[in-house]
């Protein structure tokens, strides 16, 4: 990332440069979660997406960069982001195809209508646990959010075999599984490690309502090696490409009764 001096905000880049993004210098900022969730979406072009969470706009951004002719929607808690995930669009020449909504998922927000999204991505808050944050906005990112409910509401917003992704801690993902288990079927988790050999941090799960095939496990992405970032990760945080990691995938059959 870059940064142009200002008091309270930086105006940084994503993807190489492609993504201007406007944020606190304080508080929570975007880092490679957004990138990784955008590049995670399995869409296309025609296709309605909502990002609840939006924060400043950097998921949202990064996927309409990689994508083109997409009709996404940004919802976001707080009004002070969603004005600055406003402000991004514009930056970003987006106001054509990308809308910000002022709303809470545990209120019901007005302007969505459920089942209407081909596809929906998060990145939810991760849970409070060690200190909390005295910004506020970090506090949110990383605080105790209902996650049952978050993650009900995003099912709720999808069409019909629409796709549901998701950015969570690893030590997370039996959670975050079993949230999802009766609402999403086809799951797919995607993991993100630091290092080859060392635990993943971060895992991408993928699931699509009203389907009932098995879960899969895909071998993931590490993100560096001794001479920086792989060229795997270099392709999906600076070039734009999909995170595609569907090679030597293993199907995990359902449980027995």
């Not at 976001?76 to 991004?88: K, M």
């Not at 906005?137 to 992704?165: I, N, P, Q, Y």
């Not at 799960?205 to 060229?231: C, E, M, S």
């Amino acid at each position: 990332m870059t940064e142009t001096p200002d008091q309270d905000y930086s105006e940084d880049t994503l993807l190489g440069g492609r993504v201007r993004l406007r944020q606190p210098r304080r508080g929570y900022r975007a880092a490679v979660d957004p990138v990784l969730l955008a590049a995670s979406v399995p869409t296309r072009a025609g296709e309605r997406v909502l990002d609840v969470g939006v924060g400043t706009g950097a998921a949202t951004l990064c996927l309409a960069a990689r994508v083109k002719g997409l009709a996404i929607v940004g919802l976001e808690v707080q009004p002070d982001l969603a004005d600055l995930a406003r402000g991004n669009v514009e930056l970003n020449g987006c106001a054509a195809s990308v809308s910000i909504l002022d709303g809470d998922v545990m209120a019901s927000p007005p302007g969505l209508t459920e089942g209407s999204f081909h596809q929906v991505m998060t990145n939810p808050p991760y849970g409070a646990e060690g200190t909390r944050s005295p910004e506020s906005s970090r506090d949110l990112a990383h605080g105790a959010a209902d996650l049952e409910r978050w993650l009900t509401f995003c099912v709720r917003m999808l069409r019909h075999k629409g796709w549901l992704t998701v950015i969570h801690r690893a030590d997370h993902l039996d959670r975050v599984v079993s949230l999802l288990q009766g609402h999403l079927g086809g799951i797919e988790l995607l993991p993100v490690w630091p290092r080859e050999g060392e635990p993943a941090r971060r895992v991408i799960i993928r699931g699509r309502r009203g389907v009932a095939t098995p879960a899969t496990l895909f071998p993931g992405l590490v993100l560096h090696d001794d001479h920086g970032y792989t060229d795997r990760a270099h392709a999906v945080l600076w070039d734009g490409r999909a995170f595609d990691a569907k090679a030597e995938s293993v199907q995990i059959p359902p449980e027995r009764p």
